[in-house]
């Protein structure tokens, strides 16, 4: 729990901690969201406005991933689209044979 609290406490550290986590994992906004435990608007402002002041080099790297993350977001929402009917079309087909 301390690590939350002393990432809430230094939002420009946490910029830093985030860019870093995104680079290194080609991570996505709701992916970091996920794994600090914040929001993602929080993510958001941390690496579009907090990180460019604090680490410019950094910042430009993690708006290169951001936009090509931007970039294959409609790929993917489509593939989750298509699970998701995909185990629909499963489950039919279980309980058919029932």
């Not at 830093?16 to 986590?21: A, C, H, M, P, T």
């Not at 794994?35 to 604090?54: M, N, W, Y």
């Not at 410019?56 to 970039?71: C, G, H, M, T």
């Amino acid at each position: 729990m301390q690590r939350r609290d002393s990432l809430k406490d230094q939002p420009e550290h946490r910029a830093v901690i985030l860019g870093r986590y995104i680079l290194e994992n080609r991570s996505t906004v709701r992916a970091a969201a996920r794994k600090f435990g914040i929001s993602k608007s929080t993510v958001h402002k941390d690496v579009s406005e907090r990180l460019r002041r604090e680490d410019p080099a950094l910042f430009a790297q993690v708006r290169d991933i951001l936009q090509i993350n931007k970039q294959e977001r409609h790929i993917r929402g489509g593939l989750a689209t298509q699970r998701k009917y995909h185990e629909i079309a499963e489950k039919r087909k279980s309980r058919q044979r029932h």
